[in-house]
């Protein structure tokens, strides 16, 4: 494996974007307003210490600090109801009871009424330490579950805010997500560094270990399954002796590069295509004066994600403020949305952005309908406010038109990291990254308002991975937790 060194620039950006650092105080996770019902009508559960959200009828699944201790559990079901606290017998009317309940592990309540009216909650308590989050609901909607990164955790929260599982790494969490075919993955950071994914199944055992191929280093910046089950991912290419006086820099410069490449479940590689030299040197415009201020080999193209559709790639260049569309079979660039124009460069029509709508931009997908969706970070630009942005692309035409984009008033800056997903009926979930002062995901309705924001205070997630399709399930994420509770002992 190539174990050249990373540039001294990306360990100060990994560095002010807050890798490694554990949060300094620990808060009290938010809580949700109670919905349906009365008192007086169905069953009421509290606890101390309190459980987040507040209870809800319809809401299952609940998170308690209990700090490896007993809680109380109260209970208050109506006449005619019965009420059953983890393994205890079935009792009618009110009581209290002490449970005791260690990290991970969880209880559930159980009311019925007769034999066919039957309820069953679940609380689970959070590890001493857990990062603290909070959830802000204005209106309803998101997906069912989305996974983010919170320093050593990969969490997916549901959509009242409540962590349903959670894995612990050995290092800090980036590009968590679940997999389609049960696993989920993400790739530890130690440091400044991560050499490989890491494969999981749910209830945290390793599958398999993932790294680049030619003896390259692993760009952990994005990892995708493809429905044959390879895996689609970027490596680091260094290539030595290049010019790059012209633009600041050395006459014989290191440069770092890309390579996307295709593998199977084992490692083998099945396709690569290389960024150097089908993207040359003028292409990284604005940013060689950030480049050449600090050292080699410079960072030229700063690859950040892919997707595939068929024979067709998409691929984020976050220092060529671009995306790209690859022809697989051939490897030619087919067009080019943003940056410095091109022969490639699709005319951009209907942005309030202009002709450069495009600022160090993250998590280029393809939507449902073939169009494109990207946050933009809009880093460096001179309106600095991030955005989730929507293109249909006209090919024979050679046209980029916006079809829609959201921000968030509370979302003024983005440094770097973020994801935008499109999901459902025109719903987004946007993590916005580094934003200078704490992690933000929001949720936003089909009309692009905002639904909901899921705050983590000492957190900056890379991504918010929105989990939309039937697997995993609660049910399964529950059990999955269980079992990695039972092996603790």
């Known amino acids: 494996m190539n174990r050249r060194r990373i540039p001294a620039a990306l360990f100060a950006l990994a560095g002010l974007l807050g890798f490694g650092i554990l949060p300094t105080a620990i808060a009290q996770a938010g809580n949700l307003s109670a ?20 209870f809800d009828w319809n809401q299952h699944d609940y998170a308690v600090r209990c700090e490896n201790q007993a809680i109380t559990v109260s209970l208050a079901p109506p006449a005619g109801w ?36 039957r309820k069953r909650y679940w609380i689970r308590c959070l590890p001493t330490g857990f990062p603290p989050y909070r959830l802000q609901r204005f209106r309803p909607g998101g997906p069912r579950l989305t996974m983010i990164e919170m320093s050593r955790y990969a969490v997916a929260f549901d959509r009242a805010g409540v962590p349903v599982w959670w894995f612990l790494a050995s290092g800090d969490v980036n590009n968590a ?27 945290g055992k390793l599958v398999r270990k993932l790294e680049v191929a030619n003896g390259l280093l692993t760009d952990v910046h994005d990892l995708i399954r493809l429905p044959n089950g390879n895996y689609m991912l970027g490596a680091r290419r260094l290539v030595d002796n290049v010019d790059t006086s012209r633009f600041g820099g050395s ?33 990284t ?46 490897g030619r660039i087919r067009w080019k949305l943003g940056g410095v124009k091109t022969s490639k460069s699709l005319k951009i029509r209907k942005d309030p952005r202009g002709r450069y709508p495009l600022g160090g931009q993250h998590d280029a997908r393809f939507a449902a309908d073939g169009s494109v969706t990207v946050l933009d970070n809009s880093t460096g630009l001179a309106n600095p406010r991030p955005r989730a942005v929507r293109y249909r692309i006209g090919g024979g035409r050679r046209t980029a038109t916006m079809v829609k984009q959201v921000l968030d008033p509370e979302v003024g800056f983005s440094l770097g990291f ?72």
């Open 251 to 283: 006459p014989s410069a290191t440069i770092t590069t890309t390579q996307i490449q295709e593998l199977s479940p084992s490692g083998r590689l099945v396709w690569k295509w290389n960024s150097w030299p089908r993207i040359g040197l003028g292409q």
């Open 285 to 330: 415009g604005r940013w060689w004066k950030t480049l050449v201020a600090g050292d080699q080999p410079y960072d030229v193209h700063h690859w950040n994600s892919v997707d595939r559709r068929g024979n067709r790639i998409l691929l984020s260049f976050r220092h060529l403020d671009a995306l790209l569309l690859i022809d697989r079979r051939s």
């Open 82 to 117: 019965h009420s059953r606290v983890g393994s205890r017998a079935t009792r009618a009317g009110s009581y209290q009871v002490k449970q005791n309940l260690r990290s991970d592990r969880a209880f559930s309540v159980l009311f019925s009424k007769g034999q066919s009216l």
């Open 35 to 54: 919905g349906s019902g009365s008192a007086s009508a169905i069953p009421v559960l509290s606890t101390s210490p309190g459980i987040s959200p507040r």
């Open 418 to 489: 973020a994801s935008a997903n499109l999901f459902g009926n025109d719903q987004w979930v946007v993590g916005w990254g580094a934003t200078g002062r704490k992690g933000i995901v929001t949720g936003f309705t089909r009309e692009g308002k905002i639904a909901y924001r899921l705050i983590t205070p000492f957190n900056v997630s890379y991504r918010a991975n929105a989990v939309t399709g039937g697997s995993p399930t609660v049910a399964q994420l529950r059990r999955a937790m269980n079992r990695m509770a039972a092996r603790q002992g």
């Open 177 to 203: 997500q679940f997999m389609d075919d049960g696993t989920f993955s993400y790739a530890p950071v130690n440091g400044f560094y991560s050499r490989e994914f890491m494969i999981h199944r749910l209830d």
